[in-house]
């Protein structure tokens, strides 16, 4: 899906996926007929994908700044890549 924002193009084909609420009940996929996924672009901007399988709903994209992205990765329960990527200067050594 691609949606356009203040001129900037979101597309969850060029973003990697770092969370949503995705899981395997034994039937389907989606949880309650919805899912969120949260996505990090290449350019370190931040959005939500909802979708829906609900009759006269429609997915939709919803970009959101660093902290919110933080509380929702929180908030999310499957993690797929870090939300962030560690620097030599942050690693403490164990």
Same mark, same amino acid.
């Given at each position: 899906?691609?949606?356009?924002?203040?001129?900037?193009?979101?597309?969850?084909?060029? /973003?990697?996926? /770092?969370?949503?609420?995705?899981?395997?009940?034994?039937?389907?996929?989606?949880?309650?007929?919805?899912?969120?996924?949260?996505?990090?672009?290449?350019?370190? /901007?931040?959005?939500?994908?909802?979708?829906?399988?609900?009759?006269?709903?429609?997915?939709?994209?919803?970009?959101?700044?660093?902290?919110? /992205?933080?509380?929702?990765?929180?908030?999310?329960?499957?993690?797929?890549?870090?939300?962030?990527?560690?620097?030599?200067?942050?690693?403490?050594?164990?």
């Amino acid at each position: 899906m691609k949606a356009i924002f203040s001129g900037k193009m979101y597309s969850t084909d060029a /973003a990697m996926v /770092a969370a949503s609420d995705r899981y395997w009940d034994g039937d389907s996929w989606e949880r309650n007929g919805r899912n969120i996924y949260l996505y990090k672009t290449k350019r370190g /901007a931040y959005f939500l994908h909802h979708t829906t399988s609900w009759p006269g709903e429609q997915e939709r994209i919803e970009p959101i700044g660093e902290e919110a /992205a933080s509380e929702w990765y929180d908030k999310l329960p499957e993690h797929f890549y870090g939300y962030v990527e560690p620097s030599d200067d942050i690693i403490e050594e164990a």
